[in-house]
């Protein structure tokens, strides 16, 4: 088949997207397939990318691309109006699951925890009240971007007031949310099955953009240690929110353990796909090498 991986993009984990879409591309040419690499930053207007896009007749799109303009249902509204088939979930889903305030309060309404939150345009002139329904520490981030880009665990009043400047840099919406203690947990799935669960243990704080991507700062523990009623009640924690959402092909769902209750954190659409990203490594812990994984999530596109 003729497709094409649609890289890099616009956002701020370009640098990301560019390393999963290596990956992808090595495998789809692995699979036989003829790759053409677009980058939507070379187009300065949208019709000229739906142009370029349209022209090579693709029989697919695999979607590379991570963040903002990737990851929120804008490219998925551009391709379907443009007619054409790609990966991952279409572009309501996907701007579902970016808005992390209405993937939280869409997961609350179907019985999953989520943390103590709200949602702020700017920064009130008093914070008294917000402060005692969330408590201290708190989480600060932006309401829709990816990657912990903005993302702060605040202590107190002076922290808080930094970090919720800080997070505006990046979303016109902020999110205040309750810190959970506990152990970070993901969930992927892939079609109709829900893979095993991973624990995501950093070396030092939490699970931030330099811990993501930085070999050795984080440890993962695949499949982890919970016992079975523990991973059969996260994993359909995580198929609930994922259908609910209207997600497809796959992604990845994110919680916080306390060890009592699992809390939802955000949804996925477009998990990365680098030597350290988590959807590969619960595929493979399931027998699905990488190779194999990327035929699945095409196949499943086109079925």
């Keep these: 088949m003729k497709i094409i991986l649609l890289q890099g993009g616009m956002s701020l984990e370009r640098e990301i997207s560019l390393l ?34 349209k022209a090579e007749k693709p029989d697919l799109v695999f979607i590379g691309l991570h963040g903002r303009h990737g990851e929120d249902g804008i490219i998925q509204a551009i391709l379907k109006a443009a007619n054409l088939k790609f990966t991952a979930s279409d572009h309501i889903a996907s701007a579902i699951a970016f808005d992390k305030y209405i993937a939280a309060s869409m997961a609350k309404i179907h019985d999953v925890p989520v943390p103590r939150q709200h949602i702020l345009e700017d920064i009130p002139s ?10 201290f520490p708190m989480f600060v981030k932006p309401n ?27 979303d016109s919406y902020i999110l205040l949310q309750q810190f959970i203690q506990g152990r970070e947990l993901t969930v992927s799935i892939l079609g109709h099955h829900v893979l095993p669960v991973i624990e995501i243990k950093p070396i030092v704080g939490f699970y931030d953009y330099d811990n993501k991507y930085i070999k050795g700062k984080t440890e993962f523990i695949c499949p982890a240690k919970l016992t079975p ?14 259908q609910t959402a209207g997600c497809t092909i ?3 769902i994110d919680f916080m353990f306390d060890g ?3 809390y939802f954190l955000e949804i996925n659409t477009l998990p990365g796909m680098t030597e350290l990203s988590l959807l ?24």
């Design 260 to 262: 009592n209750k699992f």
């Design 144 to 170: 829709s971007e990816g990657s912990s880009i903005g993302a702060h665990i605040v202590q107190n009043y002076d922290e808080l007031i930094i970090a919720m400047e800080d997070a505006f840099k990046y």
């Design 280 to 303: 590969p490594m619960a595929a493979k812990e399931n027998g699905i090498e990488f190779d194999n994984l990327i035929d699945k999530i095409i196949n499943l596109s086109l079925s």
């Design 126 to 135: 008093d914070m008294k009240q917000l402060i005692e329904y969330i408590n």
């Design 229 to 242: 009623s523990q991973t059969r009640l996260v994993q359909m924690y995580a198929e609930k929110i994922f």
């Design 250 to 252: 796959y992604g990845r």
């Design 20 to 53: 999963s879409s290596e990956a992808i591309g090595k495998a789809i040419i692995a699979l036989g397939h003829d790759l053409i690499k677009i980058d939507p930053i070379d187009f300065v207007e949208i019709e000229d990318l739906i142009i370029a896009l």
